[in-house]
């Protein structure tokens, strides 16, 4: 199926069908992609424990996103990859974890989502310590300093030093890792699971690709601004894998997996993805710098207050579920308005 719609999408992107078609099918697409991606990372998965597996598969499930921005800067499309890189860490850190703590308290005997504590701490720390970069460059765009003009030079400091954190962190936090009880289901061979995995990601590079080039046209076809398809559309788009993953293994009880999963993509975004491709938009003429709107800056450290108020306790009850996919709902209908 996934294979018949990516075909599908080549041929309307290389006969110039109409828009809305090659961009309907691109995101058919790469949500197939996406769950063939979690799917194959699932089967490598069962031979290890949980933080491999969600460092694993948050990695993987992030190639449609990393793809997305990278030809959106080769485009020039910079409100595009901006935007994108911020709707992924919202649709990951509200929405779909929002939805799982939702989803695990339904599997729950008592209604209560329960959770190593540790990962949901790291990974605001990561966030707060992005946001403290954010908002200091955005404080100084604002006051227009002379910190201001040299903003490209900060941003690249600021990414090296998230991405040695980053490291740092993923070390220690692999380390603490557990081997995994034996599951039964579907299992694939371990040389199956690597040939899926890099099928998904070679299929990833070239449906973004396509996904891009449609964008643009088909949100204006319908009327919707490009803060609102970055945010929303690409940001929903990008994480099928934490969408459906995340979900089905909290309803299946594992609610260490199911975090490990959702909270991994959203350190990796905010900490590993967006410090570097702020480096590699070195190479394209349209530069990606921790400059960002206003109203986004403060979005992003609320996001980053809410996880660590909602999550730090190793608890997750249905009203913090709902509420995190209320604050998502509140930063899309604003995204609408831009």
């Not at 100084?140 to 490291?167: E, K, P, Q």
């Not at 994480?239 to 594992?254: M, P, Q, Y």
Request: aromatic share 8%; net charge negative.
């Amino acid at each position: 199926m996934t294979a018949a719609v990516t075909a599908a999408t080549a041929v309307a992107h290389f006969a110039d069908a109409p828009a809305l078609l090659t961009f309907g099918l691109a995101t058919v697409a790469l949500a197939g992609l996406a769950w063939i991606v979690s799917f194959s990372t699932e089967q490598v998965g069962r031979r290890y424990g949980p933080a491999v597996t969600g460092v694993l598969q948050s990695t993987l499930g992030n190639l449609p996103e990393f793809f997305i921005v990278l030809f959106a800067l080769s485009a020039g499309e910079l409100v595009v990859a901006r935007t994108s890189i911020l709707g992924s860490i919202f649709a990951n850190a509200l929405l779909v974890l929002g939805l799982v703590l939702l989803a695990g308290c339904h599997a729950s005997p008592d209604g209560v989502m329960r959770f190593q504590p540790r990962l949901a701490k790291d990974n605001a720390i990561l966030m707060l310590l992005a946001s403290f970069l954010i908002v200091l460059i955005g404080l100084s765009v604002a006051a227009d300093d002379s910190a201001s003009h040299h903003v490209t030079a900060i941003s690249i400091v600021g990414a090296v030093a998230l991405l040695v954190t980053y490291g740092v962190w993923l070390v220690d936090y692999l380390r603490t890792d557990q081997p995994r009880e034996p599951e039964q289901g579907p299992q694939a061979t371990l040389g199956l699971a690597f040939g899926l995995l890099a099928a998904g990601g070679v299929g990833a590079a070239f449906v973004s690709d396509w996904f891009v080039d449609a964008l643009s046209p088909a949100m204006e076809r319908i009327g919707v601004s490009k803060a609102f398809a970055g945010i929303v559309v690409v940001g929903i788009a990008g994480n099928a894998v934490e969408n459906t993953t995340g979900i089905v293994l909290a309803l299946k009880g594992k609610a260490d997996l199911a975090i490990s999963v959702v909270k991994n993509s959203v350190a990796q975004i905010t900490a590993f993805l967006f410090p570097m491709l702020v480096l590699v938009s070195l190479l394209f003429e349209t530069r990606l710098t921790f400059n960002i709107g206003p109203i986004y800056i403060g979005a992003l450290l609320l996001t980053a207050i809410a996880l660590w108020q909602i999550t730090s306790d190793g608890e997750g009850t249905r009203f913090e579920g709902v509420a995190l996919i209320a604050f998502y709902v509140i930063v899309a209908v604003l995204a609408f308005y831009e």
